[in-house]
């Protein structure tokens, strides 16, 4: 088991073991479930990775073809 002391502002630092096997990275963010005789630490994942391959992209785009998207886009916002 690792372990980890408690500072006098509640703080404790996650051993570098459990970060890398998590992918918890600095300005992470985690939960804490409290489950009755135990805490159960978790990392969080952040809106971008909740969706992260749920669409799939048929191919891909030139830089070109981006950039005539935005200028279309950006046409029919100012007409808006």
Request: glycine letters at 12%; aromatic letters at 2%.
């Given at each position: 088991?690792?372990?980890?002391?408690?500072?006098?502002?509640?703080?404790?630092?996650?051993?570098?073991?459990?970060?890398?096997?998590?992918?918890?990275?600095?300005?992470?963010?985690?939960?804490?479930?409290?489950?009755?005789?135990?805490?159960?630490?978790?990392?969080?994942?952040?809106?971008?990775?909740?969706?992260?391959?749920?669409?799939?992209?048929?191919k891909g785009v030139t830089l070109e073809q981006m950039d005539d998207a935005i200028t279309?886009?950006?046409?029919?916002?100012?007409?808006?």
């Amino acid at each position: 088991m690792l372990s980890s002391s408690v500072t006098t502002k509640g703080q404790v630092t996650i051993p570098i073991e459990l970060r890398e096997k998590l992918g918890i990275k600095p300005g992470d963010r985690v939960g804490f479930v409290d489950e009755g005789d135990r805490i159960v630490l978790q990392r969080q994942e952040t809106a971008i990775e909740a969706v992260f391959g749920m669409v799939k992209a048929g191919k891909g785009v030139t830089l070109e073809q981006m950039d005539d998207a935005i200028t279309a886009g950006r046409s029919r916002h100012a007409r808006g």
